[in-house]
């Protein structure tokens, strides 16, 4: 009953994208867009007691999804717009769409990107588009770069590629729906899909809401970045005050104005997943399943634990990104072990004679503890010298241990809260 209702309100709907769009872009992309495959996830089902299948739009040929709206879009220009070339801005996934296509529609881009955009996705999106794009760094958020391409757009005339908000990017992006279905063999129960400005979230709730009705959609968003559910509360897209960047590929200061519709439209369920949880998930993803993914990529993925299915439900999880910088890494695993609660910062105050230092690492010092950060500067007029402390655990749980013996230590230790200007210092 409740599937047929929402299939009388489809007859009215006032969203600007239908599935048939969406089944006319998978047609466009035919031969673009690879069919990405559908790998079952034995460390996640047996986690949830679910079938968990991961889509793994890490593998089309700019390592996420977003060449399906790019190219989607720009290959329904007019031979008059494709002449005034094209812009966009993106964190780096949705500029390396653009690049490949105007490469493969020999059209002139330029691709706006901000400062934090990790010179991996940087490189590549030149590798990508060669001699058609151009690649200009501003601003420290997508929001600042895609300002700065609007302006430019409008000053030179190109016509503006946008990331999500966009028909037809949410035609393109929503072509992943009907590939699971064929792939499957059948509708899931639910889908996991990670949410920046929300392109392909709507995609996807439009096509399963016409085609697969009883298919939940779930969205999931970074905590430090979760501006779709801030559009939800607010009743329209609103700005954040202030974003967490590390998830590059979603961290979006605002919601776009027609993506919000779709949102609210389908009612969509969010999940706010924290960042260091999604490192964990990529360290995961890269030791036990042997899969690089983004932060991004991870995201969909990391919600498992914070919404949990139902035992036997057949779920996918978009695993929507695998353009990773190496270098990142240590950050990576600095951010999990923070958020596993198994990595601490502490000012001790160690007494300025020989053996201070022994005695902290016989006394206080679990075996199953490590010193990961040491920084002291040895002054010979004082009696105490104050040094920072970085503590890896071995397990969480043995952290109320720690702090007990440094409680009954003669070594004054003082815990930085992870709150503090310091910490945030330290994991910047």
Not at 156 to 169: C, E, K
Not at 315 to 327: K, P, Q, R, T, Y
Not at 337 to 363: C, S, T
Request: one cysteine or more; charged letters at 20%; hydrophobic letters at 40%.
């Amino acid at each position: 009953m409740e599937s047929d209702t929402r299939t009388v309100q489809l007859t009215t709907s006032p969203l600007p994208v239908t599935a048939a769009d969406i089944d006319a872009a998978a047609e466009r992309l035919r031969g673009i867009a690879i069919q990405t495959p559908l790998h079952i996830s034995q460390r996640l089902s047996d986690a949830t007691g679910a079938q968990v299948w991961l889509k793994r739009e890490d593998l089309q040929p700019v390592r996420s999804y977003k060449i399906r709206g790019a190219y989607n879009l720009i290959s329904q220009l007019s031979d008059e717009e494709r002449a005034r070339g094209v812009i966009c801005a993106s964190a780096g996934n949705h500029g390396q769409g653009v690049a490949l296509a105007c490469a493969m529609l020999g059209v002139r881009g330029k691709i706006y990107v901000p400062s934090t955009t990790p010179r991996q996705k940087r490189e590549r999106m030149l590798a990508l588009g060669g001699d058609h794009v151009e690649l200009v760094v501003t601003g420290e958020t997508y929001d600042d770069s895609s300002f700065a391409a609007r302006e430019a757009a409008e000053r030179m005339g190109m016509v503006m590629v946008p990331a999500f908000d966009d028909p037809r990017t949410i035609a393109g992006q929503g072509t992943v729906a009907h590939e699971i279905v064929e792939q499957l063999g059948k509708a899931p129960d639910v889908v996991l899909v990670p949410v920046g400005g929300g392109g392909m979230v709507s995609g996807m709730l439009t096509w399963f809401a016409e085609h697969c009705p009883d298919t939940k959609v779930v969205g999931v968003e970074p905590a430090g970045a979760a501006c779709l559910s801030a559009a939800l509360e607010a009743g329209g897209p609103i700005a954040l005050d202030a974003i967490d960047t590390f998830v590059d590929g979603a961290a979006v200061r605002k919601a776009g104005a027609i993506t919000y519709q779709f949102a609210n439209y389908y009612d969509l369920e969010l999940v706010s997943v924290p960042e260091g949880r999604v490192c964990s998930e990529m360290l995961e993803l890269y030791q036990v399943d042997g899969i690089i993914a983004e932060p991004a990529g991870a995201l969909a993925s990391a919600a498992f634990g914070l919404w949990n299915p139902e035992p036997g439900q057949t779920v996918i999880a978009m695993l929507s990104g695998g353009n990773n910088d190496v270098s990142r890494y240590a950050d990576i695993i600095e951010r999990a072990l923070i958020y596993e609660g198994r990595k601490h910062y502490f000012l001790v105050n160690f007494p300025q004679e020989p053996g201070a230092l022994r005695r902290f690492l016989d006394d206080v010092l679990g075996p199953n503890d490590d010193i990961t950060y040491f920084e002291y500067v040895k002054r010979s007029n004082r009696e105490h010298g104050p040094a920072l402390v970085g503590i890896e655990l071995g397990n969480r749980d043995d952290l109320s241990g720690l702090l007990e013996r440094m409680a009954h230590s003669n070594i004054e230790c003082e815990r930085i809260d992870s709150q503090s200007t310091m910490f945030r210092f330290l994991n910047t």
